[in-house]
């Protein structure tokens, strides 16, 4: 188990730009990539070799963060590509369209980044969004779960060309073991999750509505390892690192003002997803697993795995309630 003061302040990451092999002909999807953690690992995985494929919600966002990726390169011999990918994960409209714009033009798809999301968005607001989701729940995890099942096919594709467990699945999610709500997730009587009220992330409290969607980012990797581990695609979620970085954008000045004294900047956090997604450290037992900051495996705690496991093998069944929610909210955008 590890230590509250080990899992704020991690030790120095073990897996670094140093570490990664030539990325020259592997291609990388990262959503939320025009800023914070997002875009410093599209930079890392560009240099590298890599094409990297900056997913975000305006064309502005896309290609204001590829113009500034050359800049911070500009006189360095670099042979990766960058692509814009217009989608906005809050919208289900856009993500189809996103999708089939990305197979005309690529034939593999090495690593998929669920990076992007939204923290402390008021909640019962006109902010919800289009298709009447909460938007934290929409971003953070329906958006993504839409988004990966679209690229299944393409997954198992390159996965029958590669190295068993190299091509991957990664949600970010958050510190589960110390700011999850008591009830992992609750649900109303129709099998969806309700928009819980509490907004504050420093504080370990039932009704924290982002956590809730970052406990639905476990149980998505741990599904999609079980839909996709047979065809040697290996799917996780990873606690970043608390940093400094955009996410912070709702919270109250006194808030932010102590992340950025106390805490790192969010090239940690890309240390942190390039451990998930590159490590050899990580095998087929860790399909389906948990990564903490800076690149340590690790495990959720009890009560949110036991959502992984229905009433009768005495468990909650919480998981499947969630994934038979995002499939039924995503079946007419599929």
């Known amino acids: 188990m590890v230590s509250t003061l080990s899992a704020i302040f991690p030790p120095s ?18 959503t939320g990539a025009a800023s914070g953690v997002g875009f410093e690992l599209a930079r890392i995985l560009y240099i590298a070799g890599g094409t990297v494929y ?11 963060a590829i113009e500034e990726i050359k800049k911070q390169t500009r006189g360095k011999k670099v042979e990766g590509v960058l692509k814009s ?13 996103a999708v089939d714009s990305f197979l005309q033009q690529e034939t593999r798809l090495d690593v998929l980044f669920n990076n992007a999301g939204v923290m402390n968005t008021p909640v019962g607001t006109d902010e919800n969004v289009v298709q009447g ?7 953070n995890c329906v ?7 679209l690229f299944e096919p393409i997954l198992i594709q390159t996965a029958a060309l590669s190295p068993q467990f190299t091509v991957r699945v990664v949600f970010v999610v958050a510190l589960m073991q110390f700011f999850s709500p008591a009830t992992a997730m609750e649900f109303d009587n129709n099998g969806n999750p309700k928009i819980l009220p509490g907004d504050n992330y420093m504080k370990s409290q039932p009704g924290d509505n982002y956590m809730q969607t970052k406990v639905g980012g476990t ?10 581990g047979s065809k040697g695609v290996l799917s996780v979620s990873v606690h970043p690192g608390l940093m400094r970085t955009e996410l912070q954008r709702n919270m109250p000045i006194s808030a932010r003002v102590s992340m950025k004294l106390l805490f790192k900047g969010p090239i940690y956090g890309a240390y942190s997803e390039i451990f998930a997604a590159f490590s050899p450290k990580i095998k087929a037992e860790n399909n389906g697993g948990y990564i903490l900051a800076w690149g340590r495996i690790a495990q959720l705690p009890r009560y949110i795995t036991d959502g992984l496991e229905s ?7 919480g998981a499947k309630m969630f994934v038979e929610y995002c499939e039924r909210e995503t079946t007419g955008f599929q």
Not at 15 to 26: A, N, V
Not at 133 to 139: G, I, K, N, R, V
Not at 143 to 149: A, R, S
Request: charged share 25%; proline share 5%; aromatic share 6%.
């Open 13 to 30: 990451p073990s897996f670094t730009e140093k570490d990664l092999p030539s990325l020259l002909g592997k291609v990388f999807i990262i």
């Open 219 to 228: 149980w998505l990797a741990a599904e999609f390892a079980n839909r996709l």
């Open 143 to 149: 958006g993504p779960y839409l988004l990966t099942k």
């Open 133 to 139: 989701h909460d938007l934290e729940m929409a971003t």
């Open 85 to 97: 990918m217009l989608l906005d994960l809050a919208d289900l409209r856009t993500i189809k369209p």
């Open 311 to 317: 009433e009768a093998q005495g468990g909650t069944g």
């Open 54 to 64: 900056i997913a975000a919600r305006s064309t502005s966002r896309c290609e204001g």
